[in-house]
């Protein structure tokens, strides 16, 4: 069976209630009608209900009366979450005027639903820009205790199986966080690691990219790698994990052997960790165009609730995939 079948079948098995902000996008009524009809998530879509079900009527959907549609903009549960969100942010100085006039705003009404415990999880994105998705996720969800900082892996379906498990390789921060520090990089592997075993469901083997394998070269940047692998040896010493490696090094046997013999991970990694968004980002997005690798995600980690974000040249299918995906990491979570 496909991974993305059986992270299907398991979302079927108790149904989470999956929030999407963007009633207004063509493509997330599509998917929303697909999840009700495979029973993958119970579905709230953010609009106004009239709207949504004519344009759900003209696409001619036929599942959508199944799903809850609430108005950001009427909702009888302003007043309850303008107080939560003055109460989260009141350190930051939001008063409540201000917090009314956020929750009109389905990216910031669907965070403080989840924050309620109102729904389980959230996707969106398809129209929107990251950063939109998630800052208001940052402000009010926030990171899992223990955890500072969010970031985004992409499952990578390889054409050529002799990489990863079977073809399956993790790519991490492809999404999110533009300069880790030492610190924050180990937590990305930790995080990422977490990723492969809940949603990949294979054993993390984790290489530390940079530009220099082992010493061949000097830099502060190759600093930052080999400090932060010391970091997440330290943070999970069980963890399968080395750097700093270059690409070639982590991905292809005899490579590994000679640039670093006697690594555990050197030549057999299946889970690559970036040293910056600009490369983690430039990597996955090549991967993906030059060897035709399908990438599912960004699967957000570190939230302390699923909350993912939709690239705004996603398919009707990438949101159904990444809807399911979400309501996984939401069982687990629970
Ligand atoms: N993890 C956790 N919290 C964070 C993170 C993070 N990675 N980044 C910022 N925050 C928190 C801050 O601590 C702050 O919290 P506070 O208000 O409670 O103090 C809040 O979020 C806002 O912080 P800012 O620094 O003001 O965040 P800003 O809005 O400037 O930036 C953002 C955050 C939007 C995510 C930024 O890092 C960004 O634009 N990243 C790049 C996203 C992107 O464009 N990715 C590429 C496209 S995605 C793709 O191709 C698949």
């Given at each position: 069976?496909?991974?993305?079948?059986?992270?299907?079948?398991?979302?079927?098995?108790?149904?989470q209630?999956i929030?999407?902000?963007?009633?207004?996008?063509?493509?997330?009524?599509?998917?929303?009608?697909?999840v009700?009809?495979?029973?993958l998530a119970e579905?709230?879509?953010?609009?106004?209900?009239?709207?949504?079900?004519?344009?759900?009527?003209?696409?001619?959907?036929?599942?959508?009366?199944?799903?809850?549609?609430?108005?950001?903009?009427?909702?009888?549960?302003?007043?309850?979450?303008?107080?939560?969100?003055?109460?989260?942010?009141?350190?930051?100085?939001?008063?409540?005027?201000?917090?009314?006039?956020?929750?009109?705003?389905?990216?910031?009404?669907?965070?403080?639903?989840?924050?309620?415990?109102?729904?389980?999880?959230?996707?969106?994105?398809?129209?929107?820009?990251?950063?939109?998705?998630?800052?208001?996720?940052?402000?009010?969800?926030?990171?899992?205790?223990?955890?500072?900082?969010?970031?985004?892996?992409?499952?990578?379906?390889?054409?050529?199986?002799?990489?990863?498990?079977?073809?399956?390789?993790?790519?991490?921060?492809?999404?999110?966080?533009?300069?880790?520090?030492?610190?924050?990089?180990?937590?990305?592997?930790?995080?990422?690691?977490?990723?492969?075993?809940?949603?990949?469901?294979?054993?993390?083997?984790?290489?530390?990219?940079?530009?220099?394998?082992?010493?061949?070269?000097?830099?502060?940047?190759?600093?930052?790698?080999?400090?932060?692998?010391?970091?997440?040896?330290?943070?999970?010493?069980?963890?399968?994990?080395?750097?700093?490696?270059?690409?070639?090094?982590?991905?292809?046997?005899?490579?590994?052997?000679?640039?670093?013999?006697?690594?555990?991970?050197?030549?057999?990694?299946?889970?690559?960790?970036?040293?910056?968004?600009?490369?983690?980002?430039?990597?996955?997005?090549?991967?993906?165009?030059?060897?035709?690798?399908?990438?599912?995600?960004?699967?957000?980690?570190?939230?302390?609730?699923?909350?993912?974000?939709?690239?705004?040249?996603?398919?009707?299918?990438?949101?159904?995939?990444?809807i399911?995906?979400?309501a996984?990491?939401?069982?687990?979570?629970?």
């Amino acid at each position: 069976m496909k991974l993305i079948d059986s992270i299907k079948e398991n979302a079927r098995l108790d149904l989470q209630r999956i929030v999407l902000p963007e009633g207004h996008e063509e493509r997330t009524l599509k998917a929303a009608d697909i999840v009700i009809q495979e029973g993958l998530a119970e579905i709230t879509i953010l609009g106004n209900k009239e709207e949504v079900l004519q344009h759900a009527r003209n696409l001619s959907l036929k599942n959508l009366e199944k799903a809850s549609i609430i108005d950001p903009k009427t909702s009888p549960k302003r007043e309850e979450y303008a107080n939560l969100m003055v109460e989260l942010r009141k350190s930051k100085g939001l008063v409540k005027d201000e917090a009314l006039e956020l929750l009109n705003n389905p990216l910031y009404y669907s965070t403080v639903m989840i924050k309620n415990g109102d729904a389980d999880g959230e996707v969106a994105g398809a129209d929107n820009a990251t950063g939109d998705v998630l800052r208001p996720a940052f402000q009010f969800v926030k990171t899992l205790p223990g955890i500072t900082v969010v970031s985004g892996a992409f499952l990578m379906f390889m054409k050529d199986k002799e990489f990863g498990d079977d073809g399956l390789m993790i790519f991490a921060d492809c999404a999110v966080h533009p300069n880790p520090t030492d610190k924050e990089l180990a937590e990305i592997a930790i995080a990422t690691a977490k990723t492969t075993r809940a949603i990949a469901r294979i054993e993390p083997r984790v290489a530390m990219l940079s530009f220099s394998t082992k010493g061949s070269a000097q830099h502060e940047m190759v600093d930052k790698v080999v400090k932060a692998t010391e970091i997440a040896k330290a943070m999970d010493p069980t963890l399968k994990i080395d750097g700093e490696l270059q690409a070639d090094a982590a991905i292809v046997e005899s490579v590994g052997l000679k640039k670093a013999p006697g690594s555990p991970i050197a030549g057999k990694a299946n889970v690559l960790i970036f040293p910056s968004l600009e490369s983690g980002n430039i990597a996955y997005k090549l991967v993906q165009r030059l060897a035709h690798a399908e990438a599912i995600g960004p699967v957000l980690q570190g939230m302390a609730a699923p909350i993912n974000d939709l690239s705004r040249g996603c398919s009707v299918n990438d949101i159904v995939e990444l809807i399911a995906i979400t309501a996984n990491q939401a069982m687990r979570k629970k």
